[in-house]
C-alpha cells in the first residue's frame, strides 16, 4: 500500500532565508517571466500578467546528489534525463562545484522540489529536491511516477489541481481531506495550501485543467464528495509535452541586436512565440518604438538595466491593430518582446525603435 504522505509537498520559497526573492530570481534568469497580455475588460483594456519561474531557454541546468546510494542516484538520473526530450533545456549531473539543482534523499517520507528559478532562492548547501522513499526494490514506475513530476517542478511546473481552472472541477469532501491527512501530520493549512489553494492566474500551466497531467496529485474517490477519482499519473500528458515544447521551444530566436532608427522584419511563426530584442540608448531623448504589418502584435519595453522590469506595454496604439510605445529614455539598456496578441496565432510584423533628435 502507498502511504499517502508520499505525495510531493512542494518546498515554498521564501522560508528558508534564500538569497534572492523569487521574483528577482525568475526576472534576471529569463525576460519573458513576466509576460504581459492584453485583455479587454469593460470597455478598457487590461493586462493579464503571467509570472512564471523558467529557466532562460537552451541552458544547461546542473545537477548534483547531495547524498544517497550510487544506485538509487543512477535510476533518478536516467529519468530526469528525459526532460531533455521534451524542453530544450540539457540536464548535467555533476559530482563537484555549484549546481542550481540539489537532490537529497534525507527527508524521508517527502519527495518535493522548488519550482524552476525558485532553486536560485535556496542557500547553497540547501537541496532544492528531495525524494523520500527511493531504494533499489522501489519499482520503476513509482520512480518514473515521482522522478518526472519532481523534474516538472524543477522546470517551472506547478501542479495540475492548483491550476486556477481546476478551480471547482474535483469536488473534495474538505472536512474528509483533513481528517485524512491529520493522520499524516499534515495540518489544515499544509491541506489548503497543497490541495485546496489555486494559484492566480497569472501562473498556470495551462488555460485548462488536465486531469492526466503529470503535475496531478492523486484523487482518490473516499476524498471527494460523489464519484469522482484520479489516479496516479506516471506519463507525460499530451498537454504537458505541448506546455514544455512551447516554453522551451527548440528553435528559440535568441535576443535579436535593434539599432536606432533601423527597422527589422520578423515573424512570430509559431504559436506562443516570443521574440525579444534588444538597444542601447546613449542619451536621454523621447523614443518611439512601433510594430507595423497585418499582425496584431503586443509590444513591452522592458529596462533600463534589467530586462525582467516591464516599463510599459502596448496593444493597438499603433497603425491598424499595431502597437506603438512613446517614452522618454533615460541613458541605459533596454529590451522589447513582441507578442501575438492570441497566443495561438502567427504572423510578419517589424519592429523599430526611433529616437527624437
Ligand atoms: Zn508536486
Sequence with gaps: MRPVCKICSPFLPGLSGGRVSSDEAATHERVD???ITPMRGAGRTRAAVERLKLWENGRTLKVKFLDGKPSVQARVE????????????????????????????????FSWSTVGTDALTVAPSKPTMNYGW???????????????????????????HQNPAALGRIPWDKPKVYAHYAKQDWTRE??????????????TNHSAFDPKSIMQYAVPDSLTIGSFAIGWNSEFSPIDIEFMRRQYPREAAAVTELSLGKRIEAELAKAGEVDTYHFSVARAATCTMDT???????????????????????????????????????????WLTVRHKTPVDTGRYSVGVKQRS
Design 134 to 160: 527511493f531504494d533499489d526494490d522501489t519499482p520503476l514506475r513509482e520512480y518514473q511516477r515521482v522522478v518526472r513530476h519532481e523534474f516538472g517542478h524543477a522546470l517551472g511546473m506547478i501542479h495540475e
Design 292 to 334: 507595423n504589418g497585418p499582425t496584431d502584435t503586443v509590444l513591452a519595453l522592458h529596462g533600463p538595466g534589467d530586462p525582467g522590469a516591464v516599463l510599459t506595454w502596448d496593444d493597438d496604439r499603433g497603425r491598424g491593430t499595431n502597437a506603438r510605445i512613446v517614452r522618454k529614455l533615460q541613458p541605459g539598456e533596454y
Design 33 to 35: 517571466n513576466l509576460r
Design 78 to 109: 536516467a529519468i530526469a534525463k528525459e526532460w531533455e526530450a521534451l524542453a530544450n533545456l540539457k540536464l548535467q549531473f555533476v559530482s563537484s562545484g555549484s549546481a542550481p539543482i540539489r537532490i537529497s534523499f534525507a527527508e524521508e517520507g
Design 190 to 203: 499544509d491541506v489548503d495550501l497543497n490541495l485546496f489553494q489555486v494559484y492566480e492566474e497569472d501562473s
